[in-house]
């Protein structure tokens, strides 16, 4: 991909803001703090800030930094691993100079004034190492802590190099990334040691799941169900993968009720392309891994359904 408006507009500007989406995963976290290591190694005197609301379970991996409206005077902001401006965290995203989004989603809502969007990438921390190849020769610095960011959101992206995304590139930069000085093991800890609650709840999703003829499965998570296991909705984003084991599913949902009624739905698929279903609802994301939000349990019916066609048009 070529960088250079990228790297000139790092390269004009004193302040950068670095914003990522709601709810962040390792990926959006590691491409986030990733760049902001790799701009503040290579540029010192650069003031470079990450903000976004902050996920209890993540703050191992980085804490965001609190800045004032201030600071967005003439600043360049850049979004990482955001497809659509409604899910950027920290609406102010847009009262910088300049707006930059990186990302690896489809990009659907073009925002921004630059877009580097890769959908070939793994994952947006993959494109951050892309960024600083391309501009090592022009003076850009790796330290530990970019690596071990940029790392962590690869491995987070990629189900730890399992899902098709994961590409010759990803493994090469993977090598490249653990030879920086940093915990591994640590890193594979703070992303998946789970907490009991969560624990429980993975065991009631395995047992309470259901399974169409189609190869379609779902479950529903109610605000009972949560309160019950004691598990709160970001925590929630940890099990959605815990159905992709098991044999015959082609694609599953998880319906997820949140305080204000709205019914969050996750949608993964082995097979069938899910980002139209969520996109009719709303939603958006990538083929095979995509989400939206629905007002009511009917609404919920209607994916179902629309996934159940998925699933049975669908054939290996
Ligand atoms: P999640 O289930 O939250 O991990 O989301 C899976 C993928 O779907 C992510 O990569 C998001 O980009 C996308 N996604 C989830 N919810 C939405 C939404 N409401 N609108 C657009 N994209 C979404």
Request: glycine residues 8%; negative net charge.
């Amino acid at each position: 991909m070529n960088f250079d408006l990228l790297v000139q507009a790092i390269e004009n500007h004193d302040t950068i803001i670095i914003h990522r989406h709601v709810r962040p995963d390792p990926d959006a976290l590691g491409s986030q703090g990733g760049l902001m290591h790799l701009i503040k190694e290579t540029y010192p005197s650069k003031n470079v800030y990450i903000v976004g609301s902050a996920d209890p379970s993540l703050t191992f991996l980085i804490e965001m930094d609190t800045i004032d409206d201030d600071f967005y005077k003439e600043a360049l902001v850049i979004v990482c691993d955001t497809a659509n401006a409604a899910r950027i965290d920290d609406t102010r995203y847009d009262i910088g100079d300049m707006l930059i989004k990186i990302d690896h989603h489809p990009n659907v809502d073009e925002y921004g004034d630059i877009m580097s969007v890769d959908t070939e990438a793994s994952s947006t921390s993959e494109i951050i190492y892309d960024l600083f190849l391309y501009a090592k020769n022009q003076g850009y610095k790796m330290n530990d802590q970019a690596a071990r960011l940029i790392y962590g959101g690869i491995v987070g992206d990629t189900g730890r190099f399992l899902f098709p995304s994961t590409t010759k590139k990803t493994f090469q930069y993977a090598a490249e990334l653990v030879t920086y000085n940093f915990d591994r093991s640590a890193l594979y800890d703070g992303i998946y040691n789970t907490k009991e609650t969560i624990a429980r709840l993975r065991g009631y999703i395995l047992q309470n799941y259901k399974l169409s003829d189609s190869g379609m499965s779902t479950i529903k998570l109610t605000k009972a169900i949560l309160n019950k296991f004691d598990v709160n909705i970001m925590e929630t984003g940890q099990l959605v993968g815990v159905l992709g084991d098991v044999e015959g599913i082609k694609a599953w949902a998880f319906f997820i009720e949140e305080e204000d009624d709205l019914i969050r739905v996750r949608l993964r698929s082995k097979g069938p392309v899910i980002n139209t279903i969520a996109a009719k609802y709303n939603g958006g994301g990538h083929p095979m891994a995509a989400g939206a939000s629905v007002d009511s349990w009917e609404a919920v019916e209607q994916v179902i359904h629309d996934l159940d066609q998925a699933c049975i048009s669908y054939t290996y």
